[in-house]
């Protein structure tokens, strides 16, 4: 059975690793414990990271065969930015490759404008009152750039992620203390600590207790593509309605339909290159209609344009945009969202779920990476605020810390799509903000790791005196009482014609 160590293809992962100061992070002293991360996406690296810079020993496996420069765009939040504070190499590269100065407009499927263009940044409330001006509350990212980003950073520590390690089976010894898995060669590999940031249907699902949660269909898919800007911005009408504003900055618009919309962004960085036409399709398919969750389901342009022929009026520029596409770039991702899932971890405390494995996320919520990333720097910080000896009490405090949060950014995405899609169109008139998302401030205005350092003892006292009870986390909407909500009681609510209210300050 392969051993985990702190020796990780040959690199010492250690103070004294060659080339660490040079990059001007501090890493604290050797905490002894080891993390073995399973998934190699944001959350997993992030977690990687930061665990390592809390002086964990720290290995990384996935199962794609290489690192993937796939996928598209997402949206982060500025409580996920505060780590790159620490990695002031990885900060310098995060803001070459941002989409400085992006702006944003809403229209009607018809091409009718809701208003004018604005600032994306200047779009969410409170925004001119953030402490942090650096890290605007909300950004949109390429996806491909951000995860290159982290992989650098794990090069500069010498750590090497391990590829083509297919997870098959997820255990823990309580009475060795380890957790482990099983890869599909066979092998076994344990640690103090195993992360499950394997997604969607991690075989770690297996040891969390209760039942596990089930895709919930919607009926509803979302086409998603990426393809390099030069190609769209060739035709003149779709450089016209799509290119970038003025010709130099970042756009990004949402087109609005009945039960249905479409986010399209042009894109280039900071010193304008690299330039991607990105898009997502959100809409109802017909009845009986069925797609598997998988980011290998590709379909043509015909397929997309007969989806936006059933809603006539769409104009002949984004029509040319879908033929303009390049084969196999649009993936079919149906929206199959679970109901909260309140505890993440195995019973002994020794796997842990994180990011999309422990708590899917809708896109209208445009939180799922932003919370895979506060995860990653909550466990660290937990880690790092306990001992060795005391590590299941560490990572049973960070699920308390989370997962009231979490449900409550999962709700927010219902609210967000209810508003996409069943606000009328005919009353917006030349108001966005009618059917812009939610951005709440108690979203973006916390600091994750300040956060979990500042209220570890209390929670970890809670859970030593009995179930948590008495610990009452802060990082939630002001007056709200969190309760346990299905994704059933929302569809019922809405069958009676009911809008989702949300109790307290979500504002």
């Known amino acids: 059975m392969a051993q985990f160590s702190e020796d990780i293809d040959g690199v010492k992962l250690s103070n004294g690793h060659a080339g660490l100061f040079d990059d001007e992070v501090n890493r604290a002293a050797s905490t002894g414990i080891n993390v073995l991360i399973i ?6 690296l992030t977690a990687a990271l930061e665990c390592y810079r809390k002086g964990h020993a720290v290995r990384v496996f996935e199962r794609s065969p290489r690192a993937s420069a796939g996928g598209d765009m997402f949206t982060i939040g500025a409580s996920g930015l505060h780590f790159l504070d620490h990695y002031p190499n990885m900060q310098r590269e995060y803001d070459d490759v941002t989409a400085h100065n992006l702006w944003m407009r809403y229209r009607k499927w018809t091409g009718e404008d809701i208003g004018e263009p604005f600032s994306f940044a200047a779009g969410t409330p409170g925004s001119d009152r953030h402490k942090h001006a650096a890290k605007p509350p909300i950004q949109t990212q390429q996806r491909p750039q951000f995860h290159a980003m982290l992989y650098h950073q794990l090069e500069r520590f010498g750590i090497k992620v391990r590829f083509g390690m297919r997870v098959v089976e997820y255990y823990e010894d309580v009475e060795r203390k380890v957790g482990g898995v099983v890869t599909d060669k066979g092998e076994k590999f344990e ?29 509803r898919t979302v086409f998603r593509g990426a393809f390099p800007l030069e190609i769209a911005t060739a035709d003149p009408l779709v450089n016209e309605t799509f290119g970038l504003r003025d010709g130099r900055y970042p756009f990004q618009q949402v087109w609005m339909g009945p039960d249905t919309h479409c986010v399209i962004q042009s894109y280039v960085d900071k010193h304008g290159k690299n330039g991607r036409l990105c898009f997502g399709l959100a809409f109802r398919e017909p009845e009986g209609q069925v797609r598997k969750e998988s980011w290998h389901d ?37 929206l199959n969202p679970r109901d909260p899932q309140w505890t993440w971890h ?29 995860d990653s720097i909550t466990i660290a910080e937990c880690l790092s605020q306990s001992n060795k000896d005391a590590l299941p009490l560490a990572v049973r405090t960070h699920n308390l810390l989370r997962a009231d949060r979490v449900s409550c950014c999962q709700l927010l995405g219902f609210v967000n799509a209810e508003r996409l899609h069943k606000t009328d169109l005919s009353s917006v008139s030349q108001d966005p903000s009618k059917i812009a998302f939610k951005t709440p401030r108690w979203i973006w205005g916390l600091d994750p790791e300040v956060y979990a350092r500042e209220n570890f003892a209390r929670a970890a006292g809670s859970l030593s005196e009995g179930e948590g009870k008495g610990f009452v986390n802060g990082n939630i909407p002001a007056g709200h009482r969190v309760e346990k909500w299905s994704i059933d009681e929302i569809e019922e609510r809405q069958r009676r014609g009911e809008r989702l209210e949300l109790e307290g300050n979500w504002s």
Do not use: Y
């Open 191 to 219: 640690a103090d600590l195993v992360i499950a940031a394997d997604g969607l249907n991690s075989k770690s699902q297996a040891l969390i207790p209760g039942p596990a949660e089930k895709a919930k269909p919607t009926g």
């Open 346 to 374: 195995s019973p002994g405390a020794r796997v842990l779920q994180l990011g999309d494995a422990a708590h899917p996320f809708l896109p209208t919520s445009g939180n799922g990476a932003t919370q895979a990333i506060e």
């Open 298 to 334: 590709t379909v043509s342009s015909d397929e997309m344009l007969n989806v936006i022929d059933r809603l006539p009026g769409w104009p002949e520029s984004i029509k040319t945009l879908i033929r303009l596409t390049p084969p196999e770039t649009i993936i079919a991702w149906p």
């Open 39 to 44: 998934g190699g996406g944001v959350g997993g």
